[in-house]
């Protein structure tokens, strides 16, 4: 049977102009692997029905559980409902689940929220100083739109590429992740290759990595 534990929320940050971060209590003994998640429910009447997964983005040693989450007004839902809450109000989480995990370095393809599980992997290598030798291509509308985009030049350099696909910003690629693209950018397909974001994306990236000669063992993406 799935254990469900009530937490309080205890603080929350703005990240981008529809993107928070919020920190739960942390119930006793719970435990995650970077880029897994866990399925929340807000505590509220009305709500309680309504489960939705969030991947952790802090370090599996806080006193707290860390979540980024992107707000979706137009959709009257969950999200829309987390970012009204207030500290002191509360949601109830499950237990942890989830295929994406680190399995040495390669290549981080995101879009737009799916950066989320890429955030607790990232930072953990960086606080082991073992991010060097992965790259990440995340792809986004706007300058905007970029969540953590700091922190994560901060933690990968050069070797983080931002992608617009709504503007056409100096100092940004103009493009979207598919096949020419990553022809283009990958010389090595023998490597993990990490996918998170939209469905579709998830779709077309395996299908076009695996025809571009990546071992479909080697694609890492929430199934």
């Not at 929350?12 to 739960?24: G, I, N, P």
């Not at 799916?114 to 990440?136: C, M, V």
């Amino acid at each position: 049977m799935e254990n469900a534990y009530t937490v309080r929320l205890l603080e929350t940050r703005q990240v981008t102009h529809d993107v928070k971060e919020f920190r739960f209590e942390k119930p006793k003994g719970y435990r995650f692997v970077p880029g897994q998640a866990t399925d929340m429910t807000i505590n509220k009447p009305g709500w309680t029905d309504k489960k939705n997964p969030f991947t952790f983005t802090g370090y599996n040693d806080d006193p707290f559980i860390q979540f980024t989450i992107k707000r979706y007004p137009d959709h009257h839902g969950v999200t829309d409902q987390l970012h009204q809450l207030k500290p002191g109000d509360s949601v109830i989480v499950h237990d942890v689940w989830g295929a994406i995990e680190y399995r040495g370095p390669g290549v981080f393809l995101a879009g737009g929220a799916g950066i989320t599980p890429f955030l607790a992997i990232l930072r953990q290598l960086h606080r082991e100083n073992k991010a060097r030798g992965n790259t990440l291509y995340f792809s986004n509308k706007t300058v905007g739109d970029i969540i953590e985009h700091q922190e994560l030049l901060a933690i990968l350099g050069v070797s983080a590429s931002f992608i617009l696909t709504n503007d056409n910003t100096e100092g940004y690629l103009h493009t979207r992740i598919n096949k020419t693209f990553l022809k283009e950018q990958v010389s090595d397909f023998q490597q993990p290759f990490y996918i998170c974001g939209p469905d579709a994306m998830v779709a077309e990236l395996n299908d076009t990595l695996k025809e571009l000669g990546a071992n479909p063992e080697a694609l890492i993406f929430e199934k």
